[in-house]
Protein backbone atom coordinates (compact mmCIF):
# COMPACT_ATOMS: atom_id res chain seq x y z
CA UNK A 1 0.00 0.00 0.00
CA UNK A 2 1.39 3.51 -1.25
CA UNK A 3 0.43 5.27 2.08
CA UNK A 4 1.70 2.67 4.08
CA UNK A 5 5.16 2.73 2.43
CA UNK A 6 5.42 6.30 2.83
CA UNK A 7 5.03 5.95 6.43
CA UNK A 8 7.62 3.46 6.78
CA UNK A 9 10.23 5.32 4.47
CA UNK A 10 9.53 8.50 6.43
CA UNK A 11 10.07 6.37 9.52
CA UNK A 12 13.21 5.14 8.43
CA UNK A 13 14.60 8.13 6.94
CA UNK A 14 14.29 10.11 10.19
CA UNK A 15 16.10 7.02 12.06
CA UNK A 16 19.29 7.77 9.20
CA UNK A 17 18.73 11.30 9.98
CA UNK A 18 19.23 10.59 13.43
CA UNK A 19 22.06 8.66 12.75
CA UNK A 20 23.71 11.39 11.10
CA UNK A 21 23.21 14.01 13.48
CA UNK A 22 25.62 11.96 15.31
CA UNK A 23 28.45 11.44 12.82
CA UNK A 24 29.80 15.39 13.60
CA UNK A 25 30.91 14.44 17.51
CA UNK A 26 33.26 11.99 15.54
CA UNK A 27 34.30 14.36 13.19
CA UNK A 28 32.45 12.90 10.36
CA UNK A 29 30.33 14.11 7.33
CA UNK A 30 26.43 14.08 8.66
CA UNK A 31 25.96 11.10 6.14
CA UNK A 32 24.14 7.89 7.52
CA UNK A 33 22.33 4.76 6.01
CA UNK A 34 20.62 1.87 7.28
CA UNK A 35 19.17 -1.13 5.58
CA UNK A 36 15.62 -2.55 6.33
CA UNK A 37 14.03 -5.82 5.08
CA UNK A 38 10.70 -6.82 6.27
CA UNK A 39 10.38 -3.47 8.27
CA UNK A 40 13.23 -4.61 10.62
CA UNK A 41 16.44 -3.17 10.64
CA UNK A 42 19.86 -5.21 9.37
CA UNK A 43 22.34 -2.41 9.67
CA UNK A 44 22.57 1.63 10.60
CA UNK A 45 25.95 3.65 10.47
CA UNK A 46 27.21 6.96 9.55
CA UNK A 47 30.58 7.65 7.63
CA UNK A 48 33.39 7.15 8.77
CA UNK A 49 35.90 8.26 6.03
CA UNK A 50 38.18 10.76 8.62
CA UNK A 51 37.93 8.46 11.76
CA UNK A 52 39.14 5.59 9.64
CA UNK A 53 41.24 7.34 7.37
CA UNK A 54 39.45 4.79 4.80
CA UNK A 55 38.22 6.73 1.39
CA UNK A 56 35.83 3.79 1.35
CA UNK A 57 34.14 4.09 4.37
CA UNK A 58 30.53 5.47 3.25
CA UNK A 59 27.91 4.78 5.33
CA UNK A 60 26.50 2.78 2.32
CA UNK A 61 29.35 0.65 2.13
CA UNK A 62 29.39 0.26 5.65
CA UNK A 63 25.61 -0.95 6.05
CA UNK A 64 26.32 -3.01 3.14
CA UNK A 65 29.11 -5.16 4.97
CA UNK A 66 26.90 -5.01 8.35
CA UNK A 67 23.61 -6.38 6.54
CA UNK A 68 25.33 -9.21 4.72
CA UNK A 69 26.48 -10.10 8.37
CA UNK A 70 23.47 -9.82 9.99
CA UNK A 71 21.73 -12.15 6.75
CA UNK A 72 24.37 -14.46 6.21
CA UNK A 73 24.51 -13.65 2.56
CA UNK A 74 26.23 -11.08 0.21
CA UNK A 75 22.52 -11.17 -1.65
CA UNK A 76 21.10 -8.30 0.14
CA UNK A 77 17.20 -8.58 -2.07
CA UNK A 78 14.35 -7.67 -0.74
CA UNK A 79 16.37 -4.84 1.57
CA UNK A 80 15.84 -0.89 1.01
CA UNK A 81 18.94 1.25 1.88
CA UNK A 82 17.49 4.33 3.13
CA UNK A 83 20.20 6.95 3.35
CA UNK A 84 20.68 10.59 3.78
CA UNK A 85 22.23 12.28 0.65
CA UNK A 86 22.48 10.39 -2.61
CA UNK A 87 24.87 7.37 -3.65
CA UNK A 88 27.65 8.20 -5.30
CA UNK A 89 29.11 6.31 -7.85
CA UNK A 90 31.22 3.62 -5.63
CA UNK A 91 28.15 3.46 -3.24
CA UNK A 92 25.78 2.28 -5.75
CA UNK A 93 27.98 0.20 -7.63
CA UNK A 94 28.65 -1.49 -3.81
CA UNK A 95 24.24 -1.56 -3.87
CA UNK A 96 23.66 -2.81 -7.70
CA UNK A 97 26.16 -5.84 -6.56
CA UNK A 98 24.53 -6.59 -3.25
CA UNK A 99 21.41 -6.71 -5.22
CA UNK A 100 19.60 -4.17 -2.86
CA UNK A 101 15.78 -3.66 -4.66
CA UNK A 102 15.33 -0.26 -3.56
CA UNK A 103 17.22 3.02 -2.34
CA UNK A 104 15.39 5.97 -0.29
CA UNK A 105 17.57 9.23 -0.04
CA UNK A 106 16.84 13.04 1.12
CA UNK A 107 19.65 15.11 -0.31
CA UNK A 108 20.39 14.92 -3.98
CA UNK A 109 24.05 15.57 -4.44
CA UNK A 110 24.68 18.07 -7.65
CA UNK A 111 28.90 16.81 -7.35
CA UNK A 112 28.70 13.41 -7.26
CA UNK A 113 25.45 11.82 -7.13
CA UNK A 114 25.14 8.58 -8.69
CA UNK A 115 21.25 8.19 -9.00
CA UNK A 116 20.42 11.01 -11.41
CA UNK A 117 22.57 14.18 -10.22
CA UNK A 118 25.83 13.62 -11.70
CA UNK A 119 25.67 10.23 -13.33
CA UNK A 120 22.90 7.75 -13.58
CA UNK A 121 23.73 4.06 -12.91
CA UNK A 122 20.33 2.93 -11.76
CA UNK A 123 18.88 3.01 -15.41
CA UNK A 124 21.63 1.60 -17.39
CA UNK A 125 20.02 -1.13 -19.55
CA UNK A 126 22.89 -3.17 -19.55
CA UNK A 127 23.76 -3.66 -16.09
CA UNK A 128 22.30 -6.95 -14.40
CA UNK A 129 20.60 -5.89 -11.49
CA UNK A 130 18.26 -2.24 -11.50
CA UNK A 131 17.90 -0.79 -8.54
CA UNK A 132 14.32 1.03 -7.85
CA UNK A 133 15.32 5.06 -6.48
CA UNK A 134 13.36 7.24 -4.20
CA UNK A 135 14.98 10.89 -3.73
CA UNK A 136 14.33 13.66 -2.32
CA UNK A 137 13.14 12.58 0.83
CA UNK A 138 13.54 14.91 4.00
CA UNK A 139 15.58 16.92 1.45
CA UNK A 140 15.16 20.18 3.49
CA UNK A 141 16.42 18.08 6.51
CA UNK A 142 19.22 16.13 4.82
CA UNK A 143 20.57 19.40 3.16
CA UNK A 144 20.31 21.52 6.58
CA UNK A 145 22.11 18.88 8.28
CA UNK A 146 25.26 19.24 6.06
CA UNK A 147 25.35 22.83 5.74
CA UNK A 148 25.23 23.43 9.78
CA UNK A 149 28.19 20.83 9.81
CA UNK A 150 30.44 22.75 6.88
CA UNK A 151 29.11 26.08 8.32
CA UNK A 152 30.32 25.01 11.68
CA UNK A 153 33.44 23.64 10.50
CA UNK A 154 34.22 27.16 8.64
CA UNK A 155 33.85 29.22 11.48
CA UNK A 156 34.87 26.65 13.70
Not at 31 to 46: D, K
Not at 111 to 127: I, M, Y
Amino acid sequence: MPGDERAQDLTFMRMALEEASRAPAVGEVPIAALIVQNSQVLAQTHNYRELWQDPTAHAEVIAIRAAATALGTWRLTDTTLYVTVEPCSMCIGAIILARISRVVFGAWDPKAGACGSVFDFTNEPRLNHHVEILGGLLEQESQALIQQFFRQLRTG
